[in-house]
């Protein structure tokens, strides 16, 4: 793949600015540079909101039916282009293909949720609230009667600041619906996997938004700083670490901005006694070690309860041998490599501190077969994690597995509820009491039963809790549409 430099897209054209600084990504299995992009365009972001301001009442006039027209055509070249947008995908950030494919997937099925914004966008109606008169209590003692209706308006431009991890799919949990609610929207994608936004937002363009409805700057701190605090934007969406997200957050709505900001987790999967042998090993090994455990919902620390360990731990040690390590191209692969090298160090320190804080390795991910490279790293096993190693209570983000112990369900609640994140929870079980109990009183937003990675569909709210979110309304579902369109309580009197 040759190396792209990129553009900013604003208006429906590519805009050059390249800034003083750019920044260089490669494909993380095999070092070739795939693109370059500026970081530090404050030009480029006033251009980008200047075109969706310009662009917004218009489009916030367009029929609702005719504004989701565009997203209808859009859903039908993203399947016609997956493979396209999955070698994008796989080349900018190493993820396996098949993961590839699935997260595009899901971005289409965010866009068939927006593609209901007539139905879900309407409001509500209460007719003869009241009858008009000192005198009279109804309309045929002459009174006048009065209605209310609560429609939901647009809110005008709306900004998205997104992590690498997803590249095509977390940006898609905002605009569609945004867009779709009537407001344009400025899209900054993570610098590190700016390739396949870039592709998608000319696919939507090939759709026929109009100019200016969407758009895309490339940039850093500077650029993300400049744009939520600018006055004409009216909302943020942000997905990533919970350290930006509450700076996002506490920065955004300081300057009046609407605000919802997804941010990391440490996510607690708990094993009982009587869980489906194969299930549970199976959902573990897909949580904790899929997409090289750079997911939110990414099983990490695992709580084992009573005798539990006497099956799980062999058979988990034996199944996790067997997942390859190799680049995302290769047919039926594990996991690809990490975003980079620097997380591949990051990832390395923390196998260490797990060691030098005494819990027992299984397996060490640094010795694992796989390509010479910087960013290889496999799967790690730790067994006899307490609550207060870093492995325990820090978000690793790559593939090591802290396993943990109780003698109890109750006792696992508690350990998994003393992580101030609350992205996730999950329980593997054959009992319903058990699940019912786990559900109860977990401090988690995203609730997994037998299932290693309970991530909702797009018509359901991704609810993460304590500092795995900041905000009230989140992403997806009828949340978004709440948090893309305020209402307007109108009341009526005619005489
Ligand atoms: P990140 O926080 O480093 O970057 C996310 C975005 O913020 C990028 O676009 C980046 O340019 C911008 N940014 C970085 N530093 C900034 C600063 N100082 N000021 C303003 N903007 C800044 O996150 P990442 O490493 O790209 O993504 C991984 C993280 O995202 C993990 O913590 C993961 O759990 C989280 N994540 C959360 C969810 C969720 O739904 N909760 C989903 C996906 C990823």
């Known amino acids: ?41 404050i030009a480029a972001a006033d251009q980008a909101v200047a075109a969706a301001d310009e662009a917004y009442p218009a489009w916030s006039a367009t029929p609702v039916g005719d504004r989701v027209q565009p997203l209808f055509k859009y859903k039908s070249i993203l399947e016609a282009n997956i493979d396209e947008l999955a070698d994008l995908i796989v080349a900018e950030h190493g993820k396996a293909r098949a993961e590839a494919i699935g997260s595009v997937r899901r971005g289409i099925d965010c866009i068939e949720f927006a593609c209901g914004a007539p139905t879900l966008m309407m409001g509500q109606t209460l007719p003869q609230i009241a009858v008009s008169s000192s005198f009279c209590r109804t309309e045929d003692e002459g009174g006048v009667p009065i209605d209310s209706t609560a429609d939901r308006t647009p ?42 936004s870039v592709r998608a937002f000319e696919f939507a363009d090939e759709a026929g938004f109009p100019p200016g409805v969407l758009n895309l700057v490339h940039g850093g701190a500077d650029v993300v700083n400049h744009l939520i605090t600018h006055d004409d934007v009216r909302a943020v969406s942000f997905v990533g670490s919970t350290k930006i997200a509450k700076h996002i957050y506490q920065t955004a709505t300081a300057a009046g901005k609407r605000a919802q900001c997804m941010g990391g987790a440490k996510n607690y999967m708990v094993i009982m006694p009587d869980a489906n042998h194969e299930a549970a090993i199976e959902g573990v090994i897909g949580s904790v070690f899929g997409n090289s455990g750079q997911r939110c919902l990414a099983g990490s ?50 196998v260490q501190r797990g060691i030098d804080e005494g819990a027992e390795i299984l397996l060490d991910g640094r010795e694992a077969l796989m390509p010479e490279g910087d960013c ?106 709440r948090f893309y369109t305020e209402y307007k309580i109108t009341v009526t009197r005619w005489l």
């Open 1 to 41: 793949m040759s190396t792209r430099v990129l553009s900013h897209f604003i208006a429906g054209k590519a805009v050059v600015d390249a800034g003083t600084q750019q920044w260089t990504n490669m494909n993380p299995a095999t070092g070739e540079v795939v693109s370059i992009l500026p970081m530090d365009s």
């Open 155 to 196: 809110i005008g431009v709306c900004v998205g600041i997104t992590p690498f991890n997803f590249p095509l799919m977390v940006p898609m949990w905002m605009w569609p619906m945004a867009v779709a609610c009537g407001n344009t929207f400025v899209l900054k994608p993570s610098e590190k996997v700016p390739l396949s």
């Open 301 to 350: 620390a695992v709580v084992l309860v009573g005798d539990a360990g006497d099956w799980f731990v062999p058979a988990v040690v034996e199944a996790t041998k067997k997942v390859s390590v190799a680049s995302g191209e290769t047919k039926g692969v594990g996991i690809g490599p990490v975003i980079d090298c620097a997380s591949r160090e990051r990832i390395a320190g923390y």
């Open 376 to 481: 290889f790293i496999g799967p790690t096993i730790f067994d006899r994690v307490t609550s207060d190693m870093a492995i325990a209570t820090d978000e690793i983000f790559g593939p090591v597995m802290s396993i943990m112990r109780a003698s109890s369900l109750d006792e696992a609640i508690d350990t998994a509820n003393t992580s101030p994140y609350g992205n996730m929870g999950v329980i593997f079980t054959s009992s319903g009491y058990s699940a019912r109990r786990f559900k109860a009183a977990s401090r988690a937003g995203m609730i997994g039963v037998n299932v290693g990675v309970p991530a909702p569909m797009s018509v359901f709210p991704f609810a993460g809790w304590g500092h795995s979110f900041y905000g009230d309304l989140h992403a997806n579902g009828p949340d978004a549409v």
